[in-house]
């Protein structure tokens, strides 16, 4: 398996410009997480989908933020509009469900870098 | 409510050096410990896990044993290598409630010199 792909790798945007992040998760998995790293806050859950549903989305930080998962291949995360404080590396990870949490391994895409000028 | 808490960083070691990442955590129930590690320009890949009191994960030089009596999952490795720097981050998982979620700690920037 290619693992959990994300698309671009970077993104460099005029704020007030939408941008949207792409994510393919593991063929078979059925959760799928957004995280965001920054230096001042580390790594943040951004909202997380089971069966292609989102089941938490607290960590979403305003309404500018949205994310789908039309299908179970394929979830967005779109910034409309953007602003410079939203420049970070965005992370996808996909995991399965065992039934056993100690099994349940995600694992993480390379990533987005975005930078909002 | 459940927490990792990770030494701050940076940390500067000598190649051959022994490391020690600490990891203490809060948690109710019987959480799940792991390891993560990022390299440069990465995403976070899973380094090591521990699932209930007393295991030891181990993985490439790494172990970090699950401490039940004192909440703590600390990293260590006795000769560090330049090729492990890199930002490890301590997470925890507990059963049931919000199960796909990982709470991570802050992570810890390792810098090996040669």
């Known amino acids: 398996d290619a693992g959990v792909i994300q698309s671009p790798r970077h993104e460099v945007t005029e704020m007030g410009q939408e941008v949207t992040l792409r994510c393919k998760p593991i063929s078979g998995h059925d959760y799928l997480f957004w995280y965001r790293q920054t230096m001042m806050r580390g790594l943040e859950l951004l909202i997380y989908?089971?069966?292609?549903?989102?089941?938490?989305d607290s960590g979403m930080p305003e309404d500018r933020f949205s994310a789908k998962m039309p299908n179970a291949s394929f979830s967005t995360l779109k910034i409309q509009p953007s602003e410079p404080r939203d420049s970070a590396v965005y992370f996808c990870?996909?995991?399965?469900?065992?039934?056993?949490?100690?099994?349940?391994?995600?694992?993480f895409g390379a990533g987005t870098r975005l930078s909002v000028l | 409510g459940n927490s990792v808490t990770q030494m701050e960083g940076p940390v500067t070691l000598s190649e051959e050096a022994f490391l020690t990442i600490n990891c203490t955590y809060t948690?109710?129930?019987?959480?799940?410990l792991f390891w993560y590690v990022q390299y440069p320009g990465e995403g976070l890949q899973l380094l090591l896990k521990?699932?209930?009191?007393?295991d030891k994960g181990s993985n490439k030089g790494f172990e970090a044993t699950y401490r039940k009596e004192t909440t703590s999952f600390h990293l260590e490795k006795g000769s560090v290598q330049v090729s492990d720097s890199a930002v490890y981050f301590c997470a925890l998982r507990t059963y049931g409630g919000s199960q796909g979620n990982l709470i991570f700690g802050k992570g810890t920037k390792l810098s090996v010199k040669p």
């Open positions: 990870a996909s995991r399965t469900r065992t039934g056993r949490v100690g099994k349940n391994i995600q694992y």
């Open positions: 989908f089971n069966n292609n549903v989102p089941i938490d």
């Open positions: 948690a109710t129930g019987y959480p799940s």
């Open positions: 521990a699932t209930k009191a007393d």
